[in-house]
T-cell receptor
């Protein structure tokens, strides 16, 4: 089944450093979305990148998409303690009617 | 910013009881979804709903589950005869259009269900 898988599973950095998370998926997609989840909270949408886009920015976030490698990366620049959360990529299922989530990367930013 | 709201935020129920989780999607959205996340695990798709009918459901969404849009604003998930393994965070989500056309799917804060 189509599925995003994030790498690494866990990442610990210092405030001010950049954090890069990767996502790989198995089949062709229409879009790929990144979400953040603070512990015990809901999913917050960060950014959507379409299959015909290669890079997208939103504030301190930069997302790239390489459809030939079936992979995406999320870069958070100048990280802050408040960025501590789990980050998930999600791809469309084949029918385009639902999102399929990966297992997520747990990011810990220490001050 | 418009948001998806869910109630209750937390519910404890006895095994075998029926539970109804409620959601108010974003008002101009037409597509509705339920997902769940068992503690420490990934978010899993349950069902998508459009035009008053289920458009897709996962293997998890068996006869124990049902969804309904009883009026113009609410979207509910009913779990009959709850089991211990139904304990999870249940997320409602909505989108203006279909995911395949690049529509963002917005999630609520979730309803924690604990089955004892």
């Amino acid at each position: 089944s189509q599925q995003g898988e994030e790498d690494p599973q866990a990442l610990s950095i210092q405030e001010g450093e950049n954090a890069t998370m990767n996502c790989s998926y198995k089949t062709s997609i229409n879009n790929l979305q990144w979400y953040r989840q603070n512990s015990g909270r809901g999913l917050v949408h960060l950014i959507l990148i379409r299959s015909n886009e290669r890079e997208k920015h939103s504030g301190r976030l930069r997302v790239t998409l390489d459809t030939s490698k079936k992979s995406s990366s999320l870069l958070i620049t100048a990280s802050r303690a408040a960025d501590t959360a789990s980050y998930f990529c999600a791809t469309d299922n084949q029918a385009g009617t639902a999102l399929i989530f990966g297992k997520g990367t747990t990011l810990s930013v220490s001050s | 910013e418009p948001e998806v709201t869910q109630t209750p935020s937390h519910q404890v129920t006895q095994m075998g009881q029926e539970v109804i989780l409620r959601c108010v999607p974003i008002s101009n959205h037409l597509y509705f979804y339920w997902y769940r996340q068992i503690l420490g695990q990934k978010v899993e798709f349950l069902v998508s709903f459009y035009n008053n009918e289920i458009s897709e459901k996962s293997e998890i969404f068996d006869d124990q589950f049902s969804v309904e849009r009883p009026d113009g604003s609410n979207f509910t998930l009913k779990i009959r005869s709850t089991k211990l393994e139904d304990s999870a965070m249940y997320f409602c989500a909505s989108s203006e259009g279909e995911g395949r056309t690049g529509n963002t799917i917005y999630f609520g804060e979730g309803s924690w269900l604990t089955v004892v």
